[in-house]
């Protein structure tokens, strides 16, 4: 069956312009997590959302940083006035039965 | 918090070499363990899981790990490795309940030489 897809793969912005990265997480998975993999802060948690319990946002690092799910299936993470140091591949993982399952992620470069 | 610890940044091992990277983790409660692999130009996959049970498990390509509570460890092993074993190797925590969110070590990269 399908694994987790992503889109973009690349993206490339300029620093101040808003971004949105998407994610299509295993059918049938209930939670479904956002992170974070950086050359100097490895893989970082960000956000984490279970069927329809409120997110953990407990990882995003800055307001600028916000993820929904839509019907509990399909999430979106927005970066607003992206900053150089969001440069970053971004990973996007769904969960059943407790074992988390990564997508290829969205390698975003901030200019 | 959690934090996990893997030592080795960067070993370089010739075929048929055996294996073993280190894993650490700070935590008081009960967790599950992970290892996951990332291929060069590939995404994470899961290699094996520690969830409760015997401590030795076995995952995909040969390896296995083994999970010592009394020293907060879960170290990665392969008695013979391949040139196919090159890749970025990640152990990972999360707490036993509720949130599944993983803590991640830092990653050790694995050369293998032909």
């Known amino acids: 069956g399908a694994g987790v897809s992503q889109s973009p793969s690349n993206k490339v912005t300029e620093k101040g312009k808003d971004v949105e990265l998407r994610c299509d997480p295993i059918s049938g998975h209930t939670a479904l997590y956002w992170y974070r993999q950086s050359l100097g802060q490895g893989l970082e948690f960000l956000i984490y959302f279970q069927g329809n319990s409120a997110p953990d946002k407990s990882g995003l690092p800055s307001d600028r940083f916000s993820a929904e799910r839509t019907g509990g299936s399909v999430s979106t993470l927005t970066i607003q006035r992206t900053q150089q140091e969001d440069s970053a591949v971004y990973l996007c993982?769904?969960?059943?039965?407790?074992?988390?399952?990564f997508g290829p992620g969205t390698r975003l470069l901030v200019l | 918090a959690q934090s996990v610890s893997q030592h080795n940044h960067h070993v370089i091992l010739s075929e048929a070499a055996s294996l073993e990277l280190g894993c650490n983790y700070s935590?008081?409660?009960?967790?599950?363990l992970f290892w996951y692999v990332q291929y060069p130009g590939q995404h994470l996959q899961l290699l094996l899981k520690y969830f409760s049970g015997d401590p030795l498990v076995k995952g995909i390509k040969g390896f296995e790990a083994e999970f010592i509570k009394s020293k907060f460890s879960f170290n990665l092993r392969k008695p013979s490795v391949q040139w196919s074993d090159t890749a970025e190797y990640f152990c990972a925590v999360n707490e036993d309940f509720g949130n599944e969110k993983l803590t991640f070590g830092t990653g050790t990269r694995l050369t293998i030489i032909p």
């Open positions: 993982a769904s969960s059943s039965g407790g074992t988390q399952y």
């Open positions: 935590y008081g409660g009960t967790v599950n």
